[in-house]
């Protein structure tokens, strides 16, 4: 009987995805909803955060699951691109507003130089996205840490994303 409970744990675990994130509590997600809609102007509920890592940082996406919600776009298009810019001069204050100051990642985030992490934005067809990318593994790490912090905050409306390895295209 041991054996079969051993086996079957290890084929649990096996199936299991690494990059698996614990989901915050359900008062926890409530509340970063709260805060969130004081800072997001797109409808979390017709959006999907989607957080891929890649080997040299990672890619945030927002995107609507409506396609034709033109609307929706054009909010997570005006918002992406505005942190994006605020991320690239160090502003990290909202996702600290959202998730609180003690983030995962943001602390080490703050204190990067302008030209440690690169952070471009991109429109996409249903959404936009912010790439970010280093060479210092310390904030590949950050980066990281970060998304995980956001995919447990965002459990509801957002999923990992496929870990690959980052291409650097100028």
Request: avoid cysteine; aromatic fraction near 8%.
């Amino acid at each position: 009987m041991n054996a079969f409970f051993l086996s079957l744990l290890i084929v649990l675990f096996a199936t299991i995805p690494a990059h698996a994130v614990e989901t915050a509590g359900e008062d926890r997600l409530d509340e970063v909803v709260e805060r969130g809609i004081h800072v997001m102007p797109f409808d979390l509920n017709k959006t999907t955060h989607v957080f891929s890592k890649t080997t040299n940082g990672g890619i945030q996406q927002v995107t609507v699951k409506d396609k034709s919600d033109t609307e929706q776009i054009q909010l997570i298009r005006n918002h992406l691109s505005e942190i994006s810019e605020e991320f690239k001069q160090g502003n990290f204050s909202k996702p600290a507003h959202i998730h609180g100051k003690d983030m995962p990642g943001l602390t080490e985030l703050k204190t990067a130089n302008p030209d440690q992490i690169k952070i471009k934005y991109k429109e996409l067809t249903n959404g936009a996205q912010i790439d970010y990318s280093t060479e210092l593994p310390r904030f590949i790490d950050a980066i990281h840490s970060w998304f995980d912090a956001q995919l447990s905050d965002h459990a509801r409306h957002a999923v990992p994303g496929h870990s690959h390895q980052h291409m650097h295209h100028e």
